[in-house]
């Protein structure tokens, strides 16, 4: 059961989305997604969420309908009159293909940030420049946390570097690594560089690895369901990390890290958010037994 009457202690800003989604399942045009909602949508299996988001005026409502009933604070998501960020996308093989956004609705929007929020911050992907604004409004939070997209970290690699000045925490993928300034070489090279408290290395059907100054952490890919679309896997693994460690710090980073590969593994099972629209708390749960058990 949900409970949604407890105030948020984690807050998400980034994109919410119509994506135009293409794979064996044929095409899904129009499917509401993008990284605030799919990270929204996971962590609140866990804990209460804040979201700050944009979406146009046209889309509102279907926003809101996905969030329902799920412990999402939507008070800092705009309604615009832009259109909504749509991005276009092919599944191939274990990844998708990009083929293009839309992202008009930043020429106009600026993220606004709960007053006097405190707890954890994540940023996720959007413009470098938004995530810079959203990030600075958060410099007290108690944990900032970003997430890198691999189009936006080529066209602006100087602000997604101060993006990385301003985080604890960094999630990416290998080809978003190297993509950036001096970002070839091994993870923990990179998060010494860049004096992160941490950094998450999403690999896709070969799982995850948290590296920090102390632990090095590898959780496999759950092989024993389908994928069917792994649009929004990254976000739900970084949501499902962090919402983990912040409610069970004690439990330590393998099992945060394993709540993350377990709701990425249930995000993939359909189209868009359609699997992490019907997940529980309980299935969830059934799933992290899962990653446990190899």
Not at 80 to 109: E, K, M, Q, S
Not at 117 to 132: E, T, V
């Amino acid at each position: 059961m949900f409970n949604v009457k407890h105030s948020a202690p984690l807050l998400v800003a980034g994109s919410i989305a119509l994506d135009t989604l293409e794979g064996d399942f044929g095409s899904a045009p129009d499917e509401l997604g993008g990284s605030a909602l799919y990270f929204a949508l996971a962590a609140s299996l866990l804990t209460p969420v804040a979201l700050v988001g944009a979406v146009g005026a046209d889309d509102e409502e279907a926003v809101r309908d996905a969030i329902d009933g799920r412990p999402i604070d939507a008070a800092c998501l705009d309604v615009l009159d832009a259109p909504t960020f749509r991005w276009h996308a092919r599944h191939v093989g274990t990844g998708n293909v990009d083929l293009g956004h839309d992202d008009r609705i930043y020429d106009v929007w600026r993220p606004r940030v709960p007053a006097g929020f405190s707890g954890w911050a994540f940023a996720g992907s959007m413009r470098p420049a938004l995530q810079l604004e959203f990030l600075t409004q958060v410099r007290g939070a108690d944990l900032i946390a970003a997430d890198a997209m691999l189009s936006y970290v080529r066209s602006a690699p100087a602000e997604s570097e101060e993006v990385l000045a301003l985080a604890a925490w960094y999630f990416a993928n290998s080809d978003e690594l190297q993509a950036l300034p001096e970002g070839k070489g091994p993870p923990t090279a990179f998060r010494d560089r860049h004096q992160l408290a941490g950094i998450c290395v999403k690999s896709g059907p070969d799982g995850a690895r948290v590296v920090t100054q102390g632990e090095d952490v590898r959780v496999p890919a759950l092989a024993s369901h389908p994928v069917v679309d792994t649009t929004g896997a990254g976000d739900s693994l970084a949501a499902g990390f962090l919402a983990r460690l912040l409610t069970a710090p004690a439990a330590g980073l393998r099992d945060a890290l394993e709540h993350g590969v377990a709701l990425a593994s249930i995000t993939i099972e359909d189209v868009g958010l359609r699997a992490l629209r019907q997940a529980t708390p309980e299935l969830l749960q059934d799933r992290v037994a899962e990653v446990r058990a190899g």
